[in-house]
């Protein structure tokens, strides 16, 4: 049942990724370029390749591809997504600006072809479909220009406009006809421009007017979206920002007071983050000279082997009582037991559903919920069960939807991450759907739960509206 399930899902994205695909392309390619031209041909080719290469990209790591072929493929096609995303959002904006745009061009290419009307003097229906006024600003009636079966003649007393042209041809049609065609009704509605007519009757030339806003509107999308992709992709690179917070623990001792924890989760060392990201994160941290470091989970996506020099930098991290290290969903599809043996090689200290005594308060941590699969879950019995409740506890937990747990065993202060604040708005509001917190400190009965944006980024290396964070924890005792 679950791998039917699993097919179901797949198709229904797949069919997705389809129709974004093809509403991309129609909208930047189709509707902007001539059939057969280069460009056409190069876009189109491009609308077929780059969801290939996110495809890749998304599945080189599961199906142990060798790692320099997923460093070949992460960089484009995670990049791609990012495009794919923001892109689609400004081209949706553009279907709004589209018609108010083209109503806007009509009306003065009206206007255009009105005065161009004017100023040669020509007589006949104007732009509107009416018929011109006449000299004393009045607009003659049909029949009292040409009435039914007579000729017009021009006499002294009503002489004819200055500016109004010759009419012969037609009267010598009106003279071969027993009664004259009857007029074009007052409100025909003027034709669409065509795009071969000259500048003066139509305001625009070449492209046509449809072909002018797509560019327009495509072009104002595409560099919308590739600049947000820019400035979230600078976010990620230029390594996490430094917070600080203060958090009130009713059973903290006052000898605790003060007590800095520097909270970093989801570092996500892999194919596109390795060894100078890892770098980056270790030099801020021993920056903030903490008591303690708590790294939350989602440390790396990759095995052992292909990342464990890109790691080793963690052995690097400098604080008064150590570094301490849970699980998280990430190191579950990467080798989570080589990996935990890994970190502790490398100076840090595992907490598999256990609990350590600091001198102020009791430090625990449990597994996350995809170990469950594993028969590694999370056990807050074991981690919680027989300890003093008169002590303060904080819990390192990956993600943030074992608070209810943390509530029951009299947690009082949760330290996690998983949600990377949304990492792409307007994913936070998605985030929101699955977690209980996205991001910051809130109150959960007398438990506080601080969630991190955390130091990294899963998939496309871009962070919008989420910018990546270490944060530094102070603990505080309300008998201080």
Not at 335 to 364: C, Q, S, Y
Not at 395 to 416: F, K, Y
């Amino acid at each position: 049942m679950a791998a039917v399930v699993f097919v179901l899902v797949a198709l229904v994205v797949l069919a997705l990724l389809a129709s974004v695909h093809r509403y991309v392309w129609r909208r930047f390619v189709g509707d902007t370029t001539a059939p057969g031209s280069t460009l056409r041909t190069v876009g189109t080719v491009a609308a077929f390749v780059l969801p290939l290469l996110s495809l890749g990209a998304m599945t080189s790591g599961r199906i142990g591809a060798p790692f320099w072929l997923q460093q070949v493929l992460a960089w484009p096609g995670f990049l791609w997504l990012a495009c794919l995303m923001y892109l689609t959002l400004a081209l949706l904006v553009g279907e709004v600006v589209r018609p108010l745009l083209t109503r806007v061009l009509a009306r003065r290419d009206a206007a255009a072809a009105a005065r161009a009307t004017a100023g040669t003097g020509t007589s006949g229906t104007a732009v509107d479909g009416t018929l011109p006024a006449t000299t004393s600003g009045t607009r003659p009636r049909t029949e009292e220009l040409v009435p039914a079966g007579r000729s017009c003649p021009s006499t002294s007393a009503d002489p004819a406009p200055a500016t109004a042209p010759a009419a012969e041809p037609e009267a010598e049609a009106v003279r071969d006809t027993e009664q004259a065609a009857p007029a074009a009704p007052a409100e025909t509605e003027p034709a669409e421009a065509d795009p071969a007519a000259p500048a003066s009757a139509t305001g625009l030339a070449h492209p046509s007017r449809r072909l002018f806003v797509s560019r327009v509107v495509g072009g104002a999308a595409a560099a919308a979206g590739l600049a947000t992709v820019g400035y979230g992709t600078a976010n990620v690179l230029r390594g996490p920002s430094v917070k600080r917070i203060t958090v009130p623990l009713a059973k903290l001792p006052r000898a605790a007071h003060g007590f800095r924890i520097a909270v970093v989760s989801d570092i996500h060392i892999g194919p596109i983050l390795g060894r100078a990201h890892t770098r980056r994160i270790v030099d801020t941290i021993n920056s903030t000279s903490p008591d303690l470091v708590a790294v939350v989970g989602d440390l790396v996506d990759g095995s052992v082997a292909d990342l464990g020099s890109a790691a080793e930098p963690l052995a690097g991290l400098r604080a008064r009582h150590g570094s301490f290290f849970v699980t998280g969903n990430h190191e579950y599809f990467s080798g989570a037991e080589e990996w935990v043996n890994h970190v502790r090689e490398l100076g840090l200290i595992p907490l598999e559903n256990a609990r350590v005594e600091m001198g102020g308060f009791d430090l625990a941590g449990v597994n996350d919920i995809a170990g469950e699969t594993e028969g590694q879950g999370p056990d807050f019995v074991r981690a919680l069960g027989d300890r003093d409740r008169g002590r303060a506890a904080v819990l390192l937990a990956h993600q943030p939807v074992v608070i209810h747990d943390a509530v029951e065993h009299g947690v009082d202060l949760q330290l996690s991450g998983h949600t990377h604040g949304g990492q792409l708005w307007p994913g936070n509001y998605l985030a929101e759907l699955a977690n209980p917190t996205v991001a910051g400190l809130e109150q959960y009965g007398d438990t506080q739960l601080f969630v991190s944006r955390g130091a990294g980024a899963w998939g496309p290396p871009v962070r919008v509206g989420a910018p990546a964070d270490i944060t530094v924890v102070e603990l505080a005792s309300r008998q201080a």
